[in-house]
Protein backbone atom coordinates (compact mmCIF):
# COMPACT_ATOMS: atom_id res chain seq x y z
CA UNK A 1 0.00 0.00 0.00
CA UNK A 2 1.16 3.33 -0.90
CA UNK A 3 2.22 5.85 1.85
CA UNK A 4 2.01 9.55 2.15
CA UNK A 5 3.36 12.08 4.18
CA UNK A 6 2.21 15.62 4.49
CA UNK A 7 4.92 18.24 3.49
CA UNK A 8 4.00 21.74 4.70
CA UNK A 9 0.06 20.97 4.40
CA UNK A 10 0.57 19.12 0.92
CA UNK A 11 0.13 15.64 1.29
CA UNK A 12 2.88 13.60 -1.36
CA UNK A 13 3.92 9.72 -1.70
CA UNK A 14 6.20 9.52 1.15
CA UNK A 15 8.88 8.25 -1.52
CA UNK A 16 8.63 11.63 -3.35
CA UNK A 17 11.84 13.98 -2.96
CA UNK A 18 11.27 16.70 -0.67
CA UNK A 19 14.59 17.91 0.88
CA UNK A 20 16.89 20.32 -1.06
CA UNK A 21 20.30 20.58 -0.91
CA UNK A 22 20.48 23.98 0.66
CA UNK A 23 18.18 22.37 3.42
CA UNK A 24 19.12 23.44 6.89
CA UNK A 25 18.15 20.49 8.76
CA UNK A 26 20.53 18.64 5.84
CA UNK A 27 23.10 20.91 6.33
CA UNK A 28 23.38 22.19 9.64
CA UNK A 29 20.88 20.03 11.80
CA UNK A 30 18.70 22.62 11.89
CA UNK A 31 15.50 20.81 12.84
CA UNK A 32 13.47 19.78 15.90
CA UNK A 33 11.12 16.85 15.67
CA UNK A 34 8.45 14.88 18.19
CA UNK A 35 7.75 10.95 18.23
CA UNK A 36 3.88 10.62 18.80
CA UNK A 37 2.14 7.44 19.44
CA UNK A 38 -1.44 7.17 18.00
CA UNK A 39 -3.16 4.53 20.34
CA UNK A 40 -6.86 3.74 20.08
CA UNK A 41 -7.25 6.17 17.25
CA UNK A 42 -6.03 9.54 18.94
CA UNK A 43 -2.13 10.96 18.97
CA UNK A 44 -1.75 10.93 22.62
CA UNK A 45 -0.77 13.41 24.61
CA UNK A 46 -0.51 16.06 21.53
CA UNK A 47 -0.46 19.20 23.47
CA UNK A 48 2.76 18.00 25.74
CA UNK A 49 4.01 17.39 22.79
CA UNK A 50 3.79 20.14 21.69
CA UNK A 51 4.53 22.03 24.28
CA UNK A 52 8.22 21.10 23.86
CA UNK A 53 8.31 21.35 20.37
CA UNK A 54 7.84 25.22 21.09
CA UNK A 55 9.75 25.55 23.98
CA UNK A 56 12.40 23.67 21.65
CA UNK A 57 12.13 26.35 18.33
CA UNK A 58 11.87 28.98 20.86
CA UNK A 59 15.69 28.04 22.15
CA UNK A 60 16.26 27.69 18.83
CA UNK A 61 15.21 31.42 18.00
CA UNK A 62 12.67 29.57 15.22
CA UNK A 63 9.53 31.65 14.58
CA UNK A 64 6.19 30.23 16.15
CA UNK A 65 3.66 30.47 12.90
CA UNK A 66 0.14 31.32 14.30
CA UNK A 67 -1.25 28.57 12.80
CA UNK A 68 0.37 25.76 14.76
CA UNK A 69 -2.12 25.16 16.90
CA UNK A 70 -2.93 21.98 18.89
CA UNK A 71 -6.17 21.66 16.92
CA UNK A 72 -4.49 22.23 13.61
CA UNK A 73 -1.65 19.55 13.99
CA UNK A 74 -4.05 17.03 15.41
CA UNK A 75 -6.38 17.45 12.38
CA UNK A 76 -3.49 17.28 9.98
CA UNK A 77 -2.01 14.17 11.73
CA UNK A 78 -5.59 12.44 11.96
CA UNK A 79 -5.71 13.04 7.69
CA UNK A 80 -2.56 11.61 7.23
CA UNK A 81 -3.35 8.99 9.36
CA UNK A 82 -6.65 8.27 7.52
CA UNK A 83 -5.22 8.36 4.10
CA UNK A 84 -2.34 5.74 5.17
CA UNK A 85 -4.67 2.99 6.75
CA UNK A 86 -3.13 3.28 9.95
CA UNK A 87 -6.15 2.13 11.93
CA UNK A 88 -6.20 2.74 15.76
CA UNK A 89 -2.28 2.37 16.56
CA UNK A 90 0.11 4.21 14.59
CA UNK A 91 3.78 6.29 15.26
CA UNK A 92 4.25 9.44 13.64
CA UNK A 93 6.97 11.87 13.11
CA UNK A 94 6.69 15.67 13.16
CA UNK A 95 9.69 17.52 11.96
CA UNK A 96 9.97 21.24 11.84
CA UNK A 97 13.02 22.51 10.29
CA UNK A 98 14.10 26.32 9.86
CA UNK A 99 13.83 27.38 5.90
CA UNK A 100 16.65 27.64 3.48
CA UNK A 101 18.94 30.62 3.28
CA UNK A 102 22.11 31.68 4.72
CA UNK A 103 24.98 29.72 5.73
CA UNK A 104 25.50 29.10 9.73
CA UNK A 105 23.39 32.27 10.15
CA UNK A 106 20.42 31.66 8.82
CA UNK A 107 18.28 34.48 6.46
CA UNK A 108 15.07 33.43 8.02
CA UNK A 109 13.92 32.15 11.01
CA UNK A 110 10.37 31.34 9.42
CA UNK A 111 9.85 27.04 9.25
CA UNK A 112 8.11 24.36 7.26
CA UNK A 113 7.04 21.25 8.71
CA UNK A 114 7.02 17.54 7.31
CA UNK A 115 4.46 15.02 9.18
CA UNK A 116 4.68 11.41 8.57
CA UNK A 117 2.81 8.49 9.99
CA UNK A 118 2.95 4.69 9.91
CA UNK A 119 0.75 2.01 10.64
CA UNK A 120 1.33 -0.66 13.84
CA UNK A 121 0.04 -4.13 14.25
CA UNK A 122 0.29 -3.88 18.63
CA UNK A 123 -2.82 -1.93 19.94
CA UNK A 124 -1.88 0.16 23.31
CA UNK A 125 0.80 0.01 24.71
CA UNK A 126 2.64 -3.72 25.24
CA UNK A 127 5.29 -4.50 27.61
CA UNK A 128 8.23 -6.60 26.02
CA UNK A 129 8.25 -9.76 26.96
CA UNK A 130 11.60 -10.03 26.89
CA UNK A 131 13.78 -7.88 28.71
CA UNK A 132 16.51 -5.44 27.45
CA UNK A 133 20.58 -5.56 28.13
CA UNK A 134 22.07 -2.57 28.17
CA UNK A 135 25.60 -1.10 28.89
CA UNK A 136 27.03 2.03 28.97
CA UNK A 137 28.18 4.33 25.92
CA UNK A 138 31.55 5.75 27.14
CA UNK A 139 32.81 7.04 23.77
CA UNK A 140 30.99 10.26 23.65
CA UNK A 141 29.19 12.12 26.58
CA UNK A 142 26.40 14.63 26.45
CA UNK A 143 26.81 18.10 27.57
CA UNK A 144 24.44 19.94 30.01
CA UNK A 145 23.00 22.85 28.27
CA UNK A 146 20.01 24.67 26.81
CA UNK A 147 19.83 22.66 24.00
CA UNK A 148 20.24 19.25 26.11
CA UNK A 149 16.43 18.64 26.95
CA UNK A 150 15.17 19.43 23.63
CA UNK A 151 14.49 17.05 20.58
CA UNK A 152 16.63 18.15 18.44
CA UNK A 153 17.79 16.84 14.77
CA UNK A 154 21.74 17.08 16.03
CA UNK A 155 21.54 13.40 17.09
CA UNK A 156 24.95 12.13 16.58
CA UNK A 157 25.85 11.16 19.72
CA UNK A 158 22.76 9.31 19.83
CA UNK A 159 23.62 7.66 16.43
CA UNK A 160 27.03 7.02 17.48
CA UNK A 161 25.36 4.83 20.62
CA UNK A 162 23.45 3.42 18.49
CA UNK A 163 26.06 2.16 16.00
CA UNK A 164 27.89 0.72 20.11
CA UNK A 165 24.89 -0.85 20.53
CA UNK A 166 24.85 -2.96 17.48
CA UNK A 167 28.32 -4.07 17.50
CA UNK A 168 27.87 -4.86 21.37
CA UNK A 169 24.73 -7.03 20.18
CA UNK A 170 23.09 -4.82 23.02
CA UNK A 171 19.17 -3.66 23.40
CA UNK A 172 20.42 -0.08 24.67
CA UNK A 173 23.12 1.56 25.47
CA UNK A 174 22.83 4.37 28.09
CA UNK A 175 24.05 7.84 27.80
CA UNK A 176 26.13 9.76 29.95
CA UNK A 177 26.87 13.49 30.78
CA UNK A 178 29.56 15.56 30.53
CA UNK A 179 30.32 14.85 34.84
CA UNK A 180 29.79 10.97 33.53
CA UNK A 181 26.28 10.91 35.64
CA UNK A 182 23.57 8.31 34.06
CA UNK A 183 20.71 10.49 31.81
CA UNK A 184 19.12 8.53 29.19
CA UNK A 185 19.86 5.45 26.58
CA UNK A 186 19.72 6.09 22.87
CA UNK A 187 15.78 7.11 22.86
CA UNK A 188 14.54 6.92 25.90
CA UNK A 189 14.87 7.96 29.99
CA UNK A 190 15.72 5.84 32.38
CA UNK A 191 14.24 4.59 35.91
CA UNK A 192 15.32 2.77 38.95
CA UNK A 193 13.50 1.33 41.17
CA UNK A 194 14.71 -0.09 44.61
CA UNK A 195 12.31 -0.98 47.61
CA UNK A 196 9.22 0.20 45.40
CA UNK A 197 11.06 3.83 45.04
CA UNK A 198 11.49 4.99 41.40
CA UNK A 199 14.57 7.31 40.77
CA UNK A 200 15.29 8.98 37.30
CA UNK A 201 18.18 11.88 36.28
CA UNK A 202 16.81 15.02 36.49
CA UNK A 203 16.16 17.32 33.06
CA UNK A 204 19.32 19.52 34.57
CA UNK A 205 21.85 16.45 34.29
CA UNK A 206 21.05 16.80 30.46
CA UNK A 207 18.39 14.15 29.46
CA UNK A 208 15.59 14.89 26.95
CA UNK A 209 12.48 16.45 28.86
CA UNK A 210 10.93 13.10 27.85
CA UNK A 211 6.95 13.26 27.33
CA UNK A 212 6.77 9.62 28.26
CA UNK A 213 8.95 10.54 31.49
CA UNK A 214 6.61 12.76 32.77
CA UNK A 215 3.49 11.06 32.35
CA UNK A 216 5.21 7.84 33.89
CA UNK A 217 6.16 10.28 36.94
CA UNK A 218 2.58 11.20 37.50
CA UNK A 219 0.87 8.21 37.40
CA UNK A 220 3.33 6.88 39.65
CA UNK A 221 2.61 10.03 42.17
CA UNK A 222 -0.80 9.55 41.41
CA UNK A 223 -0.59 5.75 42.70
CA UNK A 224 1.52 6.90 45.78
CA UNK A 225 4.74 5.46 44.37
CA UNK A 226 7.68 8.16 45.79
CA UNK A 227 9.87 9.67 42.89
CA UNK A 228 13.35 10.96 43.41
CA UNK A 229 14.81 13.00 40.43
CA UNK A 230 18.48 12.99 41.15
CA UNK A 231 21.83 12.52 39.52
CA UNK A 232 22.47 8.83 38.91
CA UNK A 233 25.69 7.06 38.57
CA UNK A 234 26.59 3.61 38.44
CA UNK A 235 25.97 2.53 41.66
CA UNK A 236 22.19 3.50 41.56
CA UNK A 237 21.79 0.62 38.97
CA UNK A 238 23.42 -2.03 40.37
CA UNK A 239 21.68 -1.19 43.79
CA UNK A 240 18.22 -1.39 41.89
CA UNK A 241 16.03 -4.06 42.42
CA UNK A 242 14.20 -3.20 38.65
CA UNK A 243 14.90 -1.27 35.38
CA UNK A 244 13.24 0.13 32.93
CA UNK A 245 12.67 2.78 29.91
CA UNK A 246 10.42 4.96 28.81
CA UNK A 247 9.73 6.86 25.41
CA UNK A 248 6.52 8.11 23.84
CA UNK A 249 6.63 5.36 21.01
CA UNK A 250 6.81 2.09 23.58
CA UNK A 251 5.99 3.68 26.59
CA UNK A 252 7.60 1.54 29.23
CA UNK A 253 10.53 -1.18 28.78
CA UNK A 254 11.79 -3.27 31.28
CA UNK A 255 15.70 -3.96 31.83
CA UNK A 256 16.71 -7.93 32.76
CA UNK A 257 20.37 -7.15 32.67
CA UNK A 258 22.96 -3.93 32.93
CA UNK A 259 26.33 -5.39 33.47
CA UNK A 260 26.29 -8.52 35.73
CA UNK A 261 23.14 -7.34 37.62
CA UNK A 262 19.90 -9.05 36.65
CA UNK A 263 16.17 -7.52 37.51
CA UNK A 264 12.91 -7.97 37.77
CA UNK A 265 9.53 -6.25 36.33
CA UNK A 266 7.34 -5.82 38.52
CA UNK A 267 6.77 -2.27 38.52
CA UNK A 268 6.89 -2.03 35.27
CA UNK A 269 3.71 -4.37 34.93
CA UNK A 270 1.71 -2.33 37.05
CA UNK A 271 3.15 1.10 35.64
CA UNK A 272 2.41 -0.15 31.93
CA UNK A 273 -1.55 -1.25 32.96
CA UNK A 274 -1.73 2.32 34.30
CA UNK A 275 -0.65 4.06 31.40
CA UNK A 276 -2.96 2.20 29.49
CA UNK A 277 -5.63 2.78 31.67
CA UNK A 278 -5.04 6.31 30.91
CA UNK A 279 -4.72 6.20 26.99
CA UNK A 280 -7.67 4.31 26.68
CA UNK A 281 -10.15 6.92 28.77
CA UNK A 282 -12.67 8.98 26.59
CA UNK A 283 -11.82 12.33 25.86
CA UNK A 284 -13.15 14.80 28.26
CA UNK A 285 -14.42 18.59 26.62
Given at each position: ???????????????????????RSFRYGDAL??????????????????????????????????????????????????????????????????????????????????????????????????GYTIDLFND?????????????????VYVLAGIAK????????????????????????????????????????????????????????????????????????????????????????????????????????????????????????
Open positions: MEQYINNNGTIIPADEPVVKANNFETIRITYNRPQFLSEHLKRLFNGMKVLKMEINGKFTEAFFEKAIMELAAKNSVGSDGRVRLTIYRNEGGFYAPDTNSVSYIIEATPMEERGYVLNTKFKKQQNALSSIKSANSLHQSQLDDCIILNDKSHIIETISSNIFAVKNGVLYTPPVSDGCVDGVMRKKIIEIATANKIAVYEISVMQNVLLGADELFLTNSFNGIRWVVAYKQKRYFNNTSKKLIEKLNQLTSAPLTE
